[in-house]
C-alpha cells in the first residue's frame, strides 16, 4: 500500500464500478477473461467492494453479456463483496444462479429517464424493487439502489430533489444497505451537491447514503470534497475514468478512481486502496486492452513514469 494510504486517520468506503458503469458504454466488448482480470486487479489494488458487471438482455448492453461467466471465474477473495446490477426480478435470478449474494437495483429520479433506461414509469420500477427487495431479504442477501439523473435529467433538466428525496424515503422503506445518488450526466455543481447531500445525510445517514458521480463538467471532484466535507463516507468510482451512460446523451466518464484515491488520502482520508497498483491496472487497462482512460492522476503518474520522476 502507498505511504498515503497508511496514514488517514479517518476512511472512506469506496465503490469500484468500472467493471459494469466504466465498461457498459465502451464501443468494444472486452471479453470474459479481460473483464475477469479487471477485478481481480482491482482487488489486488486494494478495492473491497467491486461492481463486477449486470444482469441486462445483452441485446440492450452487449458489454454485460456473460456477466454470469464473469462471475463463475472471478476468484472470490476474502473481505471483497462483489456486486452485480439488475435491473428487474429475472436479473436477480440470473444473480442468485452467478453465486452472488450483493445485488443493486437501479430507478431513475426523472420519469423520462426511467422510461428510456429500464423501459418502466417510476411507479412501476418502485413496485418491481419491493418485490425484489422482498426476495433478497429472504435469502439473507444484501440490497443496495441507485438513483440516476438525481441532480439532473438529459431529457427533463432540474430535478426537484424534493422528488428526489421522497423517492429516497420510499426506497429507505424497504431496508437497502446503500442508496446510491446519481449525478448521472455530471450537470451538479458543489453548492448543489452539498446542499442535496447534507438533505439526504438527514434521512439515511452517513452509513447508508452513497454518491456517484460523473465528471462531464469536470466538476466531479470538486464535487467529493464538498460532499465529504458534508458528511458523505461513502462514494462509486470507477477506474481510469472510464463510464458513461447509454440512455443517457452527454453523460461521460465516472469519478476516476484514482484521481478520488489521491484527493482523498491528500485530505488524511484512509481508502485502503493502493495508487501504484491503481495506476499499473489502468495501464494495463489501456495499452494492453484498448480502452481509453480519462483519469488525471493516471495520466500524472504516466508522465512521472516516463521521465524518471516515480514508478507507476
Known sequence: MSEQGQRGTASIRITEVGPRDGLQNERRVLDVSQRVELVERLADAG?????????????????????????????????????????????LERAIDAGL?????????????????????????LAEIRAIAEQVAARGMVLRTYVSTAFGCPFEGAVDFEQVL????????????????????????????????RRA??????DRLVLHLHDTQGLALANALVAVQAGVRR??????????????PGA???????????????????????????????????????????SR?????????FYGTASA
Not at 63 to 81: C, H, K, L
Not at 201 to 206: I, N, P, R
Open 297 to 305: 492522476y493516471y495520466r500524472y503518474a504516466l508522465a512521472r513514469s
Open 201 to 206: 445525510l438527514e434521512v439515511l445517514g452517513a
Open 235 to 248: 462514494l462509486d468510482s470507477s477506474v481510469g475514468g472510464t463510464g458513461g451512460c447509454p440512455y443517457a
Open 101 to 125: 449474494t450483493h445485488v443493486a437495483t437501479v430507478m431513475s429520479a426523472s420519469e423520462t429517464h426511467n422510461r428510456k433506461n429500464i423501459n418502466r414509469t417510476r411507479e412501476q420500477s
Open 47 to 91: 478495492l473491497k467492494e467491486i461492481e463486477i458487471g449486470s444482469f441486462v438482455h445483452p441485446r440492450w448492453v452487449p458489454q454485460m453479456s456473460d456477466t454470469e461467466a464473469v462471475a463463475a471465474r472471478v476468484r472470490r477473495r476474502p473481505g471483497v463483496i462483489y456486486w452485480g446490477l439488475i435491473p428487474n426480478m429475472r436479473g
Open 166 to 197: 421522497s423517492l429516497v424515503r420510499a426506497l429507505a422503506d424497504l431496508d437497502p444497505e446503500g442508496i446510491s445518488l446519481g449525478d448521472t450526466i455530471g450537470v451538479g455543481q458543489p453548492e448543489r451537491i452539498e446542499a442535496g447531500c
Open 252 to 294: 461521460s466518464g465516472n469519478v476516476g478512481t484514482e484521481d478520488l484515491v489521491n484527493l482523498l488520502e491528500g485530505l488524511g482520508l484512509a481508502t485502503g486502496v493502493a495508487l501504484d497498483r491503481l495506476v499499473t491496472t489502468s495501464r494495463w487497462l489501456e495499452q494492453s486492452v484498448g480502452v481509453r482512460l480519462s
